[in-house]
């Protein structure tokens, strides 16, 4: 049974930075996008970046330049810098990963880690 299990959330001023940190426990082969996601209240879940193979990473708008997402292949990790945080950044964040196995494709999702961004 694969499980994503994220840390690193928690409170932290505007212009403050933090790093979350997902790491995949159990037998998972053949991953190919390590990602975070995000949701705030209200709102619908948005993806933030996304990290495919070797070196390719991807950046909503609104973190490019902040934000930098790195993965460990070797422990199956992804981690996400978080710099010049603003409270718009206030949300849940997920860490998401995608892959094929056996010629199955299959997705997993951590449980969510808080992230609060104050004024």
């Known amino acids: 049974q694969v499980q994503l299990v994220e840390s690193g959330g928690g409170l932290v001023q505007a212009g403050g930075s933090l790093r979350l940190s997902c790491a995949a426990s159990?037998?998972?082969?053949?991953?190919?996008?390590m990602a975070w996601y995000r949701q705030a209240p209200g709102k619908q879940r948005e993806l933030v970046a996304t990290?495919?193979?070797?070196?390719?990473?991807n950046y909503a708008d609104s973190v490019k330049g902040r934000f930098i997402i790195s993965r460990d292949n070797a422990k199956n990790a992804v981690t996400l810098q978080m710099n010049s945080l603003k409270p718009e950044d206030t949300a849940v964040y997920y860490c998401?990963?995608?892959?094929?196995?056996?010629?199955?494709?299959?997705?997993?999702w951590g449980q969510g880690t808080q992230v609060t961004v104050s004024t």
């Open positions: 990290s495919t193979g070797l070196v390719s990473t």
């Open positions: 998401n990963v995608r892959g094929i196995n056996s010629g199955k494709l299959y997705e997993y």
């Open positions: 159990g037998s998972i082969f053949g991953i190919n996008t």
